[in-house]
C-alpha cells in the first residue's frame, strides 16, 4: 500500500471513529444498490460496516462526503452524486435519546459561527489568550481562528499533507500548539507568519498524538491515545520522552494540569483516571469504581476535584485524588446521552451531550447537585471537547455541522455557586 492510501485509509478511520485495525469488507455485506459495488472496494477497506450502520441525517451523509472528499477517496467525481444518494437511503440516522432540557438559574447565550471549508471536522477549540477562537480541521489539514467580536475569520494551512490535526493550546507567546493525529507529531504554528514547526515523536509506534496542555513551567504535556502513552515536550528543546500507561490499551484521552503541576488524564480504553509524576514520569491510576465506566474528557475544580465525562454510561462524577473517593450523577438526557467536552469555570461544570439530539450544553452546580441545560442552535453535532476563553466563557468545536461556538454565560447562577 502506498503511503498516500494509507493515509487517507486512515483518516477515513477517523470520519466514523473506528480503530485502524478494522479493514476489508466484502460486496455481500453492503445493501444492494446502484453503487454497492463501489463501497465494498473503495470504502470497504477501512469502514466497518457496522460504523457506517450508525447512520446520519441527509445534511450529516453530505457532510461525511465532503470529508472523504477532502482525503482525496479513490472516487470518480461522476459518482459521488450516487454514492451520497446510496449513504442517505441505506442508512439513515441512528433513533437517539432527545435531549432533555432543563431550567435553572444560569443565564446564556449561545453563539455559532460556520468554518468556511466545507468538511473540514472541527475536533478541538481552543479559547486562546487573546480572546479568539481557535479550531482544528482534522480533515482539511488547517487550524481555523474568529474573532468572536468582529466574526473575522481566517484559516492556516499545515506544514504536512493529511497531518490529521486534532487538539489545540496555545503558550504565553501566542503559538498555537496542535496534535498531528495521524503524522505522529507535535506542531507550533505562528500565527503571525503562519510558519510550522513540527516535533516527530520520537517512537515510530506512538500513533495518535491526541490531547495537549501546558503545565505552570512550560512543559508540553499529551497523550497518544492508540499507543497507550503519555508524553512530555520541552519547547526550549524540542526533547521529547514518552511512557507507556501500565493498563494495556488504555488509551489515554483528555489531559489537564492541577495547581500543583501534575497531570491529569483520562484512560478511556479502561474504567480509570491517572495523574504522572512531571519530575519521575511515574504514572499513577485511580480505579473508578463501576467497570463500565469510559472517562472520555475532563475538568479540574478550583478545590482540586477532577470531574469526568463517562461517555458509554451516560454520567458526569467526580474524583478525589486524595482519598480516592467518587461520586456520580446521571446525565440528563439519559444513559446513551454520551457526554463529551467538559469545563469548570464560573462555579459550575459545564459540558454537552453527544448523543442526544439536539447536543446540548449542560450545567452542574456542585454545590445544589443541581442540573441546567440548553440545546445547541443547529443541533449541535458533534461537540468532542470544550475548552475556555479568557472570560471564562466555554467555547466548543462541532464536528458534523461544521461550526465553532461560544457559551456566553450573561448570568452565572446561584451567588453561592459562582466563583
Same mark, same amino acid.
Given at each position: ?233 520541552? #519547547?526550549?528543546? +524540542?526533547? =521529547?520522552?514518552?511512557?507507556? $500507561?501500565?493498563? *494495556?490499551?488504555?488509551? &489515554? ?123 445547541? #442552535?443547529?443541533? +449541535?453535532? =458533534?461537540?468532542?471537547?470544550? $475548552?475556555?476563553? *479568557?472570560?471564562?466563557? &466555554? ?25
Amino acid at each position: 500500500m502506498t503511503r498516500g492510501k494509507s493515509l487517507i485509509l486512515v483518516l477515513g478511520m477517523m470520519v466514523l471513529g473506528m480503530p485502524v485495525a478494522h479493514a476489508q469488507y466484502t460486496a455481500k455485506e453492503w445493501p444492494e444498490g446502484s453503487s454497492k459495488q463501489r463501497f465494498a472496494d473503495t470504502c470497504g477497506g477501512c469502514h466497518d460496516i457496522n460504523r457506517v450502520r450508525v447512520g446520519y441525517t441527509p445534511d450529516g451523509w453530505l457532510t461525511v462526503v465532503r470529508m472523504m472528499q477532502n482525503m482525496n477517496a479513490p472516487v470518480p467525481a461522476e459518482e459521488w452524486g450516487a454514492m451520497t444518494d446510496y449513504l442517505i437511503k441505506n442508512f439513515p440516522e441512528r433513533k437517539r435519546p432527545e435531549a432533555v432540557i432543563i431550567d435553572g438559574p444560569a443565564k446564556v447565550d449561545i453563539k455559532m459561527w460556520d468554518v468556511p471549508t466545507q468538511g473540514s471536522r472541527p475536533h478541538d477549540p481552543l479559547g486562546a489568550r487573546d480572546g479568539s477562537i481557535w479550531w482544528t480541521g482534522q480533515l482539511v489539514n488547517k487550524l481555523g481562528r474568529v474573532d468572536p467580536k468582529t466574526g473575522a475569520i481566517r484559516e492556516y494551512t499545515l506544514k504536512s499533507a493529511f497531518t490529521g490535526p486534532h487538539g489545540l493550546v496555545d503558550d504565553k507567546a501566542g503559538n498555537i500548539w496542535f496534535t498531528g493525529n495521524n503524522t505522529g507529531l507535535i506542531g507550533k504554528l505562528d500565527p503571525n507568519t503562519g510558519v510550522v514547526t513540527e516535533y516527530p515523536l520520537p517512537d515510530p509506534n506512538a500513533k495518535d498524538p491526541h490531547s495537549l496542555t501546558f503545565d505552570q513551567s512550560g512543559i508540553l504535556w499529551f497523550t497518544v491515545q492508540q499507543a497507550n502513552m503519555v508524553g512530555r515536550l520541552d #519547547p526550549a528543546s +524540542g526533547a =521529547i520522552k514518552l511512557v507507556t $500507561s501500565p493498563t *494495556p490499551k488504555s488509551r &489515554p484521552y483528555g489531559i489537564q494540569i492541577n495547581e500543583q503541576g501534575v497531570p491529569v488524564f483520562v484512560e478511556f480504553g479502561s474504567n480509570k483516571i491517572a495523574t504522572i509524576d512531571p519530575k519521575t514520569l511515574a504514572i499513577k491510576e485511580y480505579p473508578l469504581p463501576d467497570a463500565a465506566v469510559r472517562p472520555r474528557r475532563l475538568a479540574i475544580g478550583p478545590d482540586g476535584m477532577i470531574w469526568y465525562a463517562d461517555f458509554a454510561r451516560g454520567f458526569i462524577g467526580k474524583l478525589d485524588l486524595a482519598t480516592g473517593a467518587v461520586k456520580e450523577w446521571p446525565s440528563p438526557s439519559g444513559p446513551k446521552s454520551e457526554p463529551y467536552g467538559m469545563v469548570f469555570t464560573k462555579g459550575a461544570v459545564w459540558y454537552n451531550e453527544s448523543g442526544a439530539k439536539p447536543n446540548t450544553i449542560v450545567r452542574f452546580d456542585p454545590a445544589t447537585e443541581k442540573f441546567q441545560s440548553w440545546a445547541i #442552535p443547529g443541533g +449541535g453535532d =458533534i461537540v468532542r471537547n470544550m $475548552s475556555l476563553l *479568557p472570560n471564562g466563557d &466555554p467555547v466548543m468545536a462541532n464536528s458534523l455541522v461544521n461550526q465553532v461556538g461560544e457559551v456566553e454565560i450573561k448570568q452565572a447562577g446561584t451567588p453561592a455557586a459562582a466563583h
